[in-house]
């Protein structure tokens, strides 16, 4: 790892998967200790949802955003065990506040609330309104934004919810005009356009009805200068003022993740490898296909490119305080 500039990516809800849990076992005590703050903070049974729970209750916003969030952050600390230091941190929709924690701004219990709360508020949003998100893989961005345009009407809206990468593109919106984009997808040439199992229409003005909730806990919220560069997954930019950050976080849930900037600006300042620490490895993929002159890492390739032995320069692990620690207000 020495002389390599490495980026923390962190996934969004849609990385959890049956019997996730059965993984945090390479995590060591970290990974006990992260869920069993988790279950305190949110009264949520984190273990057993995370080895028993099907697809249908990890669909649930707050159940998945939760999940992913104690996975990630279980990740992060195993990782910063083993020697890894991130040069600076991002994170895809959810994943930002996963990126807030690992950056010094949060700490976990707060990050914790905040993403309870936002998976809720989200949950009670897609209920007012049944809304659906499709994958569009093939065409240009321009394209699909016309489709989108094409599939409005009077009683549905569509629009782009995530720029993934130059060949991937999600739609997100009400559930007649998502299938009518799907079909002019395929259409038009798509290598692939399908519908997402996903509980609502999130990144769309459907989720309007979610920002009270989070408005007013964000509002409520200490955000730390980061301690480690952040990137927004909005703007694509280093994050240098917190409270326009602040809205950022507010109004994502209604407006578009720009992943392919992101990861553009990473690579930008510098960073030639890319870890993705959380479940899955979609961020991974996405990374491989827009930057080829970098190494792209899931979690597990990652923590096997180590040994138990830290960087140099790395303090050893057992003199660095715990990550977890919830005390620690502001701790990573």
């Known amino acids: 790892m020495t002389g390599e500039r490495a980026a923390f990516v962190f996934?969004?809800?849609?990385?959890?998967?049956?019997g996730m849990g059965r993984e945090l076992h390479q995590f060591g005590a970290e990974g006990e200790a992260l869920v069993a703050r988790a279950e305190q903070v949110t009264g949520l049974p984190v273990a057993?949802?995370?080895t028993t729970a099907d697809a249908q209750r990890l669909a649930d916003p707050e159940v998945a955003q939760v999940l992913v969030f104690t996975w990630s952050a279980a990740a992060?600390?195993?990782?910063?065990?083993?020697?890894?230091?991130?040069?600076?941190?991002?994170?895809?929709?959810?994943?930002?506040?996963?990126?807030?924690?690992?950056?010094?701004?949060?700490?976990?219990?707060?990050?914790?609330?905040?993403?309870?709360?936002?998976?809720r508020a989200m949950r009670e949003a897609a209920r007012r309104t049944a809304g659906a998100m499709a994958a569009v893989v093939g065409l240009p961005l321009d394209l699909v934004r016309n489709l989108c345009r094409l599939a409005c009407d009077d009683t549905g809206l569509v629009m782009v919810a995530n720029v993934n990468s130059p060949r991937q593109t999600v739609v997100s919106g009400t559930t007649d005009a998502v299938h009518r984009v799907i079909e002019q997808a395929r259409e038009a040439g798509a290598l692939r356009a399908r519908q997402l199992s996903v509980g609502g229409a999130y990144h769309s003005p459907l989720m309007a009805p979610a920002l009270p909730a989070l408005a007013t806990k964000l509002a409520a919220v200490r955000l730390d200068t980061p301690r480690v560069p952040l990137v927004s997954s909005t703007t694509g930019r280093l994050v240098d003022d917190l409270q326009e950050y602040r809205d950022e976080l507010l109004w994502q849930m209604l407006r578009p993740v720009h992943w392919r900037r992101?990861?553009?600006?990473?690579?930008?300042?510098?960073?030639?490898?890319?870890v993705e620490a959380?479940?899955?490895?979609?961020?991974?993929?996405?990374?491989?296909?827009?930057?080829?002159?970098?190494?792209?890492?899931?979690?597990?390739?990652?923590?096997?490119?180590?040994?138990?032995?830290p960087s140099p320069g790395t303090p050893p692990s057992e003199e660095r305080p715990a990550l977890i620690t919830a005390a620690t207000k502001g701790s990573t």
Do not use: I, K, N
């Open 11 to 18: 996934p969004g809800q849609g990385s959890q998967f049956p």
């Open 278 to 309: 959380g479940p899955g490895r979609v961020l991974t993929g996405l990374g491989r296909e827009m930057v080829r002159d970098a190494r792209h890492l899931g979690v597990h390739d990652a923590l096997r490119a180590t040994s138990s032995t």
């Open 48 to 50: 057993q949802l995370m």
């Open 76 to 119: 992060l600390a195993r990782l910063r065990r083993r020697g890894w230091q991130p040069s600076c941190v991002a994170g895809h929709s959810l994943g930002e506040f996963t990126a807030l924690y690992a950056s010094g701004s949060l700490d976990l219990d707060t990050a914790l609330e905040l993403v309870s709360c936002r998976g």
């Open 262 to 274: 992101t990861v553009s600006s990473l690579h930008a300042h510098g960073v030639d490898v890319f």
